[in-house]
């Protein structure tokens, strides 16, 4: 347990700082919530998911932005996580 508090301890300042910086960029949530993070949170297993669930919803509008910036024509999918994928069995 107290590798598991270390670990989130060790990650909680690069996350908040990676949220700052998209928040300085204007970009938008529209499924994760908010997270808030004055000096009194610490990163817990009660609540690590939200505040990595809304460090993934920026990554993944950056992901997103990137795309239709290079014109990509699969711009409009790159949004989809993987793991919502199904698998495609062509046999």
């Known amino acids: ?3 598991i508090k ?3 301890a060790r990650i909680q300042e690069p996350v908040e700082v990676m ?3 998209f928040v300085a960029t204007k970009f938008f949530l529209s499924v994760a919530t908010k997270m808030n993070y004055d000096d009194k949170i610490v990163f817990t297993e ?3 998911v939200s505040y990595l669930a809304e460090l993934e919803e920026y ?5 997103t932005y ?4 290079k ?3 699969n711009a409009a999918t790159s949004a989809i996580p993987l ?7 062509f046999g």
């Not at 990554?59 to 992901?63: A, Y």
């Not at 990137?66 to 910036?69: I, L, V």
């Not at 793991?83 to 069995?89: G, R, V």
């Open 66 to 69: 990137m795309a239709f910036k």
């Open 83 to 89: 793991a919502q994928l199904t698998y495609k069995n």
């Open 6 to 8: 270390k670990m989130f």
């Open 19 to 21: 949220v700052d910086a």
């Open 71 to 73: 014109d990509d024509p």
């Open 46 to 48: 009660n609540n690590i």
């Open 59 to 63: 990554i993944g509008s950056l992901v």
């Open 1 to 3: 347990m107290a590798q």
